[in-house]
């Protein structure tokens, strides 16, 4: 089992970034896919990026160009880094681990861009 704790968001203007990070507890960190989702408020959870064990990245077209997606397998960590935020990237931020057939969530991060 995984624990996942998401930190990095905040209030930031259009056209400004963020980084959030997502820790995870457990010894075989290396061995999980990564993703971020995100939800914006009355709307569904959609994915935004996900990396592989082997570290092979996707972005879906909202992120492509302005999201990079990152681990840190010596600090058990997952990044998000986001460039050119607009006010329509507003939206909880979650992480999620894969494992096999096993999916753990963290509890999510507050990602606000004003106009």
């Known amino acids: 089992q995984v624990q996942l704790v998401e930190s990095g968001g905040g209030l930031v203007q259009a056209g400004g970034s963020l980084r959030l990070s997502c820790a995870a507890s457990g010894s075989i960190f290396n061995f999980y896919s990564f993703a971020w989702y995100r939800q914006a408020p009355g709307k569904q959870r959609n994915l935004v990026a996900t990396?592989?064990?082997?570290?092979?990245?996707t972005y879906t077209d909202s992120a492509k160009g302005r999201f990079t997606i990152s681990r840190d397998n010596d600090k058990n960590t997952l990044y998000l880094q986001m460039n050119n935020l607009k006010p329509e990237d507003t939206a909880v931020y979650y992480c999620a681990a894969s494992l096999g057939l096993r999916d753990y969530w963290g509890q999510g991060t507050q990602v606000t861009v004003s106009s």
């Open positions: 990396i592989s064990s082997t570290g092979r990245k």
